[in-house]
DNA sequence: GTCCATGCAAAAGGTTTGCACAATC
DNA sequence: GATTGTGCAAACCTTTTGCATGGAC
């Protein structure tokens, strides 16, 4: 039940939502869902790899849908450090990608870890926070 | 007095220390001083940009040193997600500067961000979280 | 006296856990 | 009857804040 909820809520939205974020949108249609059972579930899709889990630096933690096995949505992530605005961009994904992989490939061998995943940001002030 | 104590503390390990961790020590040499303290100026210290604060994913944030203006000591981390370690990597960091560099003006650019910092990490298992 | 740095204790905020209860098999 | 999923409330942990004190100028 909470499962088809919250993977309902995360696949129609494009913005960064936070466990509560979730837990109202989820509310909404299910009223007997708590936040408890949010936090269970997302702990559950993060970890069999449906739903990212993010950091931007504001105290709470903000999860996406994975992309599909094709990876079309792939994008990283550009943060306003001044209203917190996330921004998903797509530009030069497929450059950053390639270094990515060889770098990954790399470290690998030289570590000899097991690498699953990255993370890549930027972060800066975006036009309205920069003026006044 | 806590500036310095911090500062030292910072500039004598090559690891990944949390604020408590980071009071301990201080507390070692200045018993006096509290993690309040700690916190008040690591907070600064971030703020002038002579430290970086890092998230891990594991609930707290860590400090390290700011590298000098040469970037000499410029590295990106590699974290194991089984146990917490943390390798400092230099390996592949002029490409991956570069890299960033363009990537920077251009999201500059097309979103119009005044970028001031990156992160870029990687996640996976160590050999020994990997075995058992 | 004013200003700034500080510790202590309390508060805050997000997240996790304990426990009892209901539904399912 | 055992297992699983759940909400509620409490606990937890890191970080921040309020307040009063002490030192520097």
Redesign the pocket.
């Known amino acids: ?3 088809e909820a919250v993977l309902d809520v995360l696949s129609h939205t494009d913005q960064h939502l ?3 974020d979730i837990y109202m949108r989820v509310h909404e249609t ?1 009223p ?6 949010v ?3 997302l ?1 559950m899709l993060v970890n069999i790899g449906l739903v990212y889990k993010f950091d931007f630096g504001d ?3 903000r999860f996406e849908l994975a992309e599909g096995p094709k990876g079309k949505d792939h994008h990283h992530h550009l943060v306003c450090t001044g209203c917190g605005r996330i921004v998903n961009y797509r530009d030069f994904i497929d450059e950053e990608v390639a270094l990515l992989k060889k770098t990954e490939e790399g470290l690998s061998k030289k570590y000899n870890f097991a690498i699953t995943n990255h993370l890549i940001q930027f972060y800066g002030l975006c036009e309205g926070c920069r003026k006044p």
């Open positions: 039940m909470g499962r936070s466990a509560e299910y007997a869902i708590g936040l408890t059972s936090y269970r579930t702990d105290g709470r933690a």
